[in-house]
């Protein structure tokens, strides 16, 4: 394949985006639209720049991140306009509009292959919805070359032009909007007509926005459908294209997975997962953002875990429980109605009903911990700073604050007593009696 340069042309101004940024750097699953050509023409090998207008700082910005090239469009005069700067460079040139981010790879090298074999002046592509354009040639994807744009064709918005063409256009046309049924009149025209797909929808607005990531959350959601994952409802539930959804998971009607990492196993019920990792737990009608969830855990259902929360394994965290910035370790349980936050949990801690780590001051947040083998009785509020050590047993409607020693009693009104018990011999009673 010929060494060709790209050129994307991205200084519209999107007005009918009706967006704060510009156009290019519009979010499609989490990723700015022109991220997507940008990727695609790195595994060309192409050299790319990009044509901007001079106001536009942050595009600007994520371009020279990017390691772009920046050309800049001094007067707005149509898409060919655009090109100006280019008509010194004498070699061929790849262009591609910025609305069109999702378009193939294997596309782009057959578009390049052809212009190449033929060795045409310009080669313009367009899609067609039609099934049958005549007599033509079936190559994968490419359905025909025809001479003329007519009603059944329309432009993709990606061509192939040499600069040299592009130096005698601006020469011959001196004013003026400088688009390309222009310059279709001066040289031969060939275009490259591809089956419609949902991939070379030009996004112009809000409504082709929704649409082109309607369709490619859908496609998505059958890839991971034939991958194995399991839908009760694949067209009631939303999967992010920037999650990774492992064969073997279940995800129920009106769940949402957006950015996250779901390991075989995993069961999701009518929840929202986001920025997430789960390893082979179940989560019933939760919210969960920024989590990491590990083996074997029971959430939910109405729970709500956030802000870096760290679940080790086999852990039960039941109806209404919210924790924030929770680090907790294996075979815990808060069963019904508790808020926690900023805490760190050891091992076979039994935590009651409504209980609340109080941990803001009005100032400050504090980081309190308990050990193992602690055990927390219902309306017990926490005070932060605390810390409760091994074997810990904490009365229903206790208040408590500070460091409180291993195998200790704690009733109400904060009152310690070390000696009246033995929690271990008191844990025995309990369970005898139950």
Excluded: W
Aim: net charge positive; with cysteine.
């Amino acid at each position: 394949m010929i060494e060709i340069k790209a050129i994307i042309l991205a200084a519209g101004y999107g007005k009918r985006m009706k967006k704060d940024v510009d156009k290019p750097l519009v979010m499609i699953h989490g990723k700015e639209q022109i991220r997507y050509l940008i990727e695609k023409l790195k595994l060309l090998n192409c050299h790319i720049s990009v044509v901007i207008r001079s106001e536009q700082k942050m595009l600007e910005e994520f371009l020279l991140k990017q390691q772009c090239h920046i050309l800049y469009q001094k007067d707005y005069v149509g898409t060919l306009g655009a090109l100006y700067e280019a008509r010194n460079l004498n070699e061929p040139i790849l262009v591609l509009n910025a609305d069109v981010p999702l378009v193939d790879v294997e596309d782009l090298k057959q578009i390049i292959a052809y212009y190449e074999r033929k060795k045409h002046n310009i080669l313009l592509t367009a899609y067609t919805k039609k099934k049958d354009l005549g007599k033509i040639d079936y190559l994968n994807k490419v359905i025909a070359i025809k001479k003329t744009i007519d009603s059944d064709l329309s432009s993709l918005g990606i061509y192939i032009i040499h600069s040299k063409y592009l130096k005698k256009f601006f020469h011959r046309k001196k004013s003026g909007n400088y688009d390309f049924p222009d310059y279709a009149k001066y040289f031969n025209l060939n275009i490259f007509v591809i089956k419609y797909s949902y991939l070379y929808h030009n996004i112009n607005s809000i409504n082709d926005l929704d649409y082109v990531m309607r369709k490619v959350e859908y496609q998505y959601k059958k890839e991971l459908l034939n991958s194995g994952v399991l839908f009760e409802d694949i067209h009631s539930c939303f999967v992010s294209f920037d999650s990774v959804v492992e064969p073997g998971v279940y995800i129920s009607r009106n769940s949402h997975i957006e950015n996250s990492y779901l390991f075989t196993g995993t069961k999701i019920i009518d929840s929202k997962i986001c920025n997430t990792i789960i390893i082979d737990s179940e989560v019933e009608k939760s919210i969960i953002k920024d989590c990491y969830i590990g083996k074997g855990n029971l959430i939910g259902p109405f729970s709500h875990l956030r802000n870096h929360t760290n679940i080790g394994c086999l852990n039960i965290i039941g109806t209404c429980v919210e924790l924030n910035d929770v680090k907790m370790q294996d075979h815990n349980r808060i069963k019904h109605h508790s808020y926690l936050g900023n805490v760190i949990i050891g091992n076979n801690c039994n935590i009651g009903a409504f209980v609340v780590s109080a941990n803001y001051d009005g100032v400050n947040k504090y980081t309190s911990a308990i050990y193992d083998e602690v055990f927390i009785g219902c309306n017990s509020v926490l005070v932060s700073p605390f810390l409760l050590k091994n074997n810990t047993y904490v009365a229903c409607g206790s208040i408590l604050k500070g460091m409180i020693e291993q195998n200790s009693v704690i009733l109400n009104n904060s009152k310690t007593m070390k000696s009246l018990y033995d929690t271990k011999t008191l844990f025995e009673r309990l369970r005898t009696k139950g």
